[in-house]
């Protein structure tokens, strides 16, 4: 498909903003210092926006650019280079917006959906649950009860990422008793200050604070109208949201990958040892070969399911495949730059420790590997069972035609 100039002009001065105002302000970015780091990322949210470089997905009647896809993936690349560029640049809020642009309603859309794409306000989102298995949400305890005009919420949620800044919580509560499992659940908006709700605890993730939070909700008390869809719609809401969320990371991953490649590269050009440089020996040299086969084809992946989303298609395998292939690149492309630095790629005076660490959550946020595989293999399976087969260059050719 043809694409724009426009997208390439804007992908080179996110790399320039990037390198110029966000990497130098990481340290400031990363501090325990709440206020200071708030008050760091705002001043950059604002330079960014003074450029014309924000919510480059979301859609133009809603505040957005309104890029396609396929041009947003090659920006989300770029965007991905970095954990704080997706605040800085408004594409943190897509998933929600994405989700509240297709359910909400005229007085959701005023309160929370516009507001979100300006940066005016964060949202954060409530599934996952202590003690169950949250690879099957069908076990989810939080439940809501509609009475006399007000739903009644009560549960616990946890890795509610971003809570602490939020300006409300969609809900994912269990509200119909008489229902089969995948329609007893429904979303329910929360503003944060509502009374019963309240934030537990941090969550540190392998040593890292701040990203998300365990909450509780004691009789929690909201307005009937703050349903999000239909009642017993909640899986569907959630996948609407969670579904193109699995390739939004995939693409920062990318980036994550490209930014520890570049890394390794520029300090086996720099160091030596035993008489040479480092770049010289052939195992170092291996590691080069691999990282690269690693980031082309999970590249080649990644776009082939925005080019696919992008024409029309759901591309479920597309998405499932390159979750899995994704998270797997990015460990292991991190994790040889961490080899080649030697013990300093284990000390935060690198990136990398700490991109090493968000690295594993890939594995299991958003659905873990093993469902991913499992879900995916099925469905590869079912076109076998249909006579269908699953022709790879067959389906190829249809879409390009």
């Known amino acids: 498909m043809a694409m724009s100039r426009d997208w390439m002009q804007i992908r080179s001065e996110l790399v320039d903003f990037l390198e110029q105002e966000i990497y130098p302000r ?65 594409t943190y809020s897509l998933q929600d917006s994405i989700m509240l642009n297709a359910y909400a309603s005229d007085s959701q859309r005023e309160r929370y959906l516009l507001p979100l794409v300006a940066g005016d306000i964060n949202p954060s989102f409530a599934m996952t649950e202590p003690g169950i298995s949250s690879s099957d949400p069908t076990q989810l305890q939080t439940t809501a009860e509609l009475k006399d005009g007000y739903w009644h919420i009560n549960g616990r949620k946890w890795f509610t990422t971003g809570a602490d800044i939020a300006a409300y919580t969609t809900v994912m509560c269990r509200t119909e008793t008489q229902a089969p499992d995948h329609s007893a659940f429904s979303m329910i908006i929360v503003p944060m200050g509502t009374p019963g709700y309240s934030i537990l605890r941090d969550t540190p993730v392998l040593g890292i604070a701040g990203g998300h939070f365990e909450a509780e909700y004691v009789n929690v008390k909201v307005p009937a109208d703050n349903l999000l869809g239909e009642r017993g719609a909640g899986f569907k809401i959630a996948q609407r949201r969670l579904g193109p969320g699995r390739i939004f990371h995939c693409m920062r991953w990318l980036g994550q990958a490209q930014r520890a490649y570049d890394l390794m590269c520029k300090r086996l050009l720099s160091r030596s040892a035993f008489g040479s440089g480092l770049a010289d020996k052939q195992l170092m040299q291996q590691h080069v070969f691999n990282s690269y086969q690693d980031i082309q ?105």
């Open 26 to 90: 990481e340290p400031l970015l990363q501090s325990a210092d709440k206020t200071l780091a708030e008050a760091e990322l705002a001043a950059l949210v604002k330079k960014a926006k003074a450029k014309h470089l924000w919510a480059f997905g979301h859609p133009e009647e809603i505040g957005g650019m309104g890029l396609p896809f396929l041009e947003y993936a090659y920006l989300n690349e770029v965007i991905g280079r970095s954990e704080f560029a997706q605040r800085i640049f408004g």
């Open 297 to 401: 084809a999970c590249r080649q992946l990644t776009l082939h399911a925005a080019k696919r989303i992008d024409a029309g298609d759901i591309a479920r395998v597309e998405i499932g495949a390159i979750k899995v292939a994704g998270a797997g690149m990015l460990h292991r492309v991190i994790d040889r730059a961490i080899q080649v630095y030697g013990a300093e790629g284990l000390t935060d005076d690198t990136p990398l420790s700490r991109m090493y660490r968000h690295a594993r959550e890939a594995r299991l946020y958003d659905g873990p590997d093993e469902v991913h595989v499992q879900s995916v293999a099925k469905q590869l399976l079912r076109a076998y069972e249909k006579g269908q087969g699953w022709d790879f260059g067959q389906r190829d050719a249809e879409f390009a035609s």
